[in-house]
Nanobody
Framework: QVQLLESGGGLVQPGGSLRLSCAASGSILSINVMGWYRQAPGKQRELVTTITSGGMTNYADSVKGRFTISRDNAENAVHLQMNSLKPEDAGVYYC?????????????????WGQGTQVTVSS
């Protein structure tokens, strides 16, 4: 079983910055894609950004140029640096990790979600 632990949410003024982190632990053979999603009240969960094991990134148009995703493969961790935050960036941010778990001879894929961390952007 793979667990994700998120940290770094909070309250910030418009134009401010926050850094989110997510660490994966458990029986992990490999991690393929790590990413962040967010969900605002009354809205569906949406993709914010992803990063592959090779470092390829993908961003929602709304956050391009302001958010930066990075990963630490040695620590099975992913980070999200959020700059120039806007009120519309507020919501619960969820870490998502896709990878392989199990043993060398019996492996299966996993798709794990973090518990979510609240980001509030308000003056």
């Amino acid at each position: 079983q793979v667990q994700l632990l998120e940290s770094g949410g909070g309250l910030v003024q418009p134009g401010g910055s926050l850094r989110l982190s997510c660490a994966a632990s458990g029986s992990i053979l490999s991690i393929n894609v790590m990413g962040w999603y967010r969900q605002a009240p009354g809205k569906q969960r949406e993709l914010v950004t992803t990063i592959t094991s090779g470092g390829m990134t993908n961003y929602a148009d709304s956050v391009k140029g302001r958010f930066t995703i990075s990963r630490d493969n040695a620590e099975n961790a992913v980070h999200l640096q959020m700059n120039s935050l806007k009120p519309e960036d507020a919501g619960v941010y969820y870490c998502n990790v896709l990878g392989t778990t199990g043993t060398t001879y019996m492996r299966r894929g996993f798709n794990s979600w973090g518990q979510g961390t609240q980001v509030t952007v308000s003056s």
